[in-house]
């Protein structure tokens, strides 16, 4: 439990509508990099290993393979240099932490694709089911 007095002072930090994702999606995190007086996006794309902490102090951990080599890096979810999270595929898992990913080379280290109902079309159904009677 945390203290309601050090919630309220984190309160004007946390962003208003967080990213919502899950362990296992691949996305696209664009962040924002400052090179001396200069400011440009940089996207960093792969499968979400963990997500740990809360209120500000809320990061997730990303992983990617480039050339032959696994890439780790850990965001803040409610840091202003994350500029938009993309998800890319959903990824069917039952675990909290992917760390076993780590180990794995090749067609192993995919993730099977969690399969999403599109809710509008259920509800064109039922505007035409109500416009019927």
Request: aromatic fraction near 6%; include cysteine; hydrophobic fraction near 40%.
């Amino acid at each position: 439990m945390r203290h309601p007095l050090i919630e309220l002072a984190e309160k004007s930090y946390l962003k208003p509508k967080p990213p919502l994702f899950h362990i296992g999606d691949t996305v696209d995190v664009h962040t924002r990099i400052v090179e001396g007086d200069k400011e440009r996006i940089q996207v960093f794309n792969g499968v979400v290993l963990a997500r740990r902490g809360c209120g500000v102090n809320e990061k997730f951990t990303v992983r990617r393979i480039v050339a032959n080599e696994g890439v780790e890096r850990t965001f803040m979810v409610h840091s202003p240099n994350v500029v938009k999270l993309e998800i890319k595929r959903r990824g069917k898992v039952r675990r909290a932490k992917l760390y076993f990913l780590r180990d794995r080379v090749g067609k192993k280290r995919k993730l099977r694709e969690l399969r999403v109902h599109k809710p509008a079309a259920a509800s064109k159904k039922n505007k035409l089911a109500v416009a019927a009677v």
